[in-house]
T-cell receptor
Framework: GAVVSQHPSWVICKSGTSVKIECRSL??????MFWYRQFPKQSLMLMATSNEGSKATYEQGVEKDKFLINHASLTLSTLTVTSAHPEDSSFYICSAPSSSGTVTYEQYFGPGTRLTVT | DQQVKQNSPSLSVQEGRISILNCDYT??????FLWYKKYPAEGPTFLIS?????DKNEDGRFTVFLNKSAKHLSLHIVPSQPGDSAVYFCAASDSSNTGKLIFGQGTTLQVKP
């Protein structure tokens, strides 16, 4: 099946610094990718839709200036957490949909990135 | 506003028995439903899905049932195996075809040997 990778798998950074997380589709092209975050024992919350060659679409309540998304190619989307604070510590997961024709089916998820801000 | 709800945070069953995980939704525009399995510190993996035009989809030990009038779906695993122990998320998407998935809170399944 399709594979989505994320890098790094975990990162620890100091408060006030920025962290970049990469999401790659390894054997397929993805014009759209999605970024989720998950707090412990909670659901996956959609943060934004990453669109290749255009601006990302952010969900309500997500600060676009804080969570910068760049989808520069058909296989790579990046999420940069700017000026990170301890409350940004979370598990960040990206996904890419498997599409057939014009219908979007299930999504393939990356393994996730654990961000800890100290 | 939780559009997809999994009201049981955990479920424990004996190996070989049936596991039934439930999911309710509120948005009548949802027309595609999926179940994902997730281990700690890993991304979710797709398990099974169902379109709103169907009421049942079966794949090996996994069967998903959809009751549109009740806005309810369930995942049946039979027979349950210890390796099925994980967190199960139900997710839904709508006909806008944006690809966005709305997830439930998850149910932790423990299958005891």
């Amino acid at each position: 099946g399709a594979v989505v990778s994320q890098h790094p798998s975990w990162v620890i950074c100091k408060s006030g610094t920025s962290v970049k997380i990469e999401c790659r589709s390894l054997d397929f092209q993805a014009t759209t990718m999605f970024w989720y975050r998950q707090f412990p024992k909670q659901s996956l919350m959609l943060m934004a839709t990453s669109n290749e060659g255009s601006k990302a679409t952010y969900e309500q309540g997500v600060e676009k200036d804080k969570f910068l998304i760049n989808h520069a190619s058909l296989t790579l989307s990046t999420l940069t957490v700017t000026s990170a604070h301890p409350e940004d510590s979370s598990f960040y997961i990206c996904s890419a949909p498997s599409s057939s024709g014009t219908v979007t089916y299930e999504q393939y998820f990356g393994p996730g990135t654990r961000l800890t801000v100290t | 506003d939780q559009q997809v709800k999994q009201n049981s945070p955990s479920l424990s069953v004996q190996e070989g028995r049936i596991s039934i995980l439930n999911c309710d939704y509120t948005n009548s525009m949802f027309d595609y439903f999926l179940w994902y399995k997730k281990y700690p510190a890993e991304g979710p993996t797709f398990l099974i899905s169902i379109s709103s035009i169907k009421d049942k989809n079966e794949d090996g030990r996994f069967t998903v049932f959809l009751n549109k009038s009740a806005k309810h779906l369930s995942l049946h695993i039979v027979p349950s195996q210890p390796g099925d122990s994980a967190v199960y998320f139900c997710a839904a998407s709508d006909s806008s075809n944006t690809g966005k998935l709305i997830f439930g809170q998850g149910t932790t399944l423990q299958v005891k040997p």
